[in-house]
């Protein structure tokens, strides 16, 4: 018995707890180092593909190491002894910087457009080259509206002067977010973002090859059951085939549910507040945008590579949808600042997938429009109940109530 009270105690000690959540993170960033490594080596001679599975595995991997032992070390535990920022200016910092980076990996696309435009598909060229607008669009804004959404309970901090390239592209990437994020008050987010999911209805919503056939699909194809969802193309196992596709299918459905239900708030005015501003609603929206995110972006890796069989590669999938969630919806409710902690680290684990996902939007631009206006749907209209729930506490965002107090 004096056994188990020794064991409980010491593992509910801060430093034990600290040094084990540090230990994990660092077995998952070198686990995916090593993929990546194997998987170059299984690609040689072709330089490509060896390009692509290191970008694909040491580009989070780096993002990773910064931002839980560099820039957020309070999110596993270790806070530092001397705190010259609040935890609020670090993820900015982090955030925007990571954005940054990720915003030159996708201009990268533009150099594509020549060949493109040589060989004749100049549709597909202006297609790509608005598509890379649209995810360094989504990078930017993504970052302040995380920023937005951190500063309802964190302190902000006194604003800190730099210089150097580095306060350079924070400040670029803040101007360009805060630009994007300006014009989305609640209801106007709400609408846009209703209105581009049910748009997917009937634009093509899958792309011209794999198990949908060889012609695109529209999204109320998808609801009928007449084609499967995108990502179920680059599962090979039948049965998980029918599991992605079946998941998709129903997300989807609900996900325009949502959306009918949310333009009918807004249409309703203040009939509708009491739907708009519903909790649960927002968090359910977040987890169903954390789905589509998480989903496209394993259906890639799924699709590309083939180092990590399909079996694991799924069960990743669902351990990184399902298991943050958990822990960010039991962590709400308990103590505040481990509330803090374990948001913080969730955000950072997210960052990463959200850019992969965004810059895999690329792909689709000429393919599959309605896809996208989809995923881009979903994140309007998490945005747009979030800033429900503020009108709730009487708060605005920050660049929003700065763009009203200017007009």
Known sequence: MLGRVEVNILWRAPGVQSLLRRFFAVACILALVGIGVYGAWLARPDVRNILTYLAATLTPATAYTFGYFRCLPGA???VRITQERTPWQQWSDFARLSAFVAICLALTWVFVLPKTLSSGHRGDGIRVLLGVFLVTSLMAGCVVASEEYLAGTMARGAAMGGSGWRASARRLVGRWGAGLVKPLRAKRSLSLGSGLALA?????????????????????EIVSGRAAWVTAESVN???????????????????????VATLAAVLAGSAGDALRRSRPLMV??????????????????RFVGEIVPEGPTFAIWMVLWLLPVA?????????????????????ILYLPIFFA????LVFLAPYAPGYISFVVAMLLLWWGLVQSQWEVSGRECEPIAEWKSRH
């Open 76 to 78: 596993l535990g270790a």
């Open 200 to 220: 997917s209805l009937i634009l093509d919503t899958t792309v011209q090859f794999g198990c949908n056939g060889s012609i695109p699909h529209r999204g109320y």
């Open 237 to 259: 196992a039948a049965a998980l085939r029918v599991i992605v596709a079946q998941a998709g299918r129903w997300a989807y459905v609900l996900g325009l549910v949502i959306s």
């Open 284 to 301: 359910g929206m977040g987890g169903l945008g954390l789905f589509f995110i998480c989903d496209y972006t394993f259906a890639w890796a």
């Open 327 to 347: 822990l960010w919806l039991g962590r709400a409710r308990g103590d505040p600042r481990r509330w803090e902690h374990t948001r913080l680290a969730v955000m």
């Open 357 to 360: 996902s965004f810059y895999w």
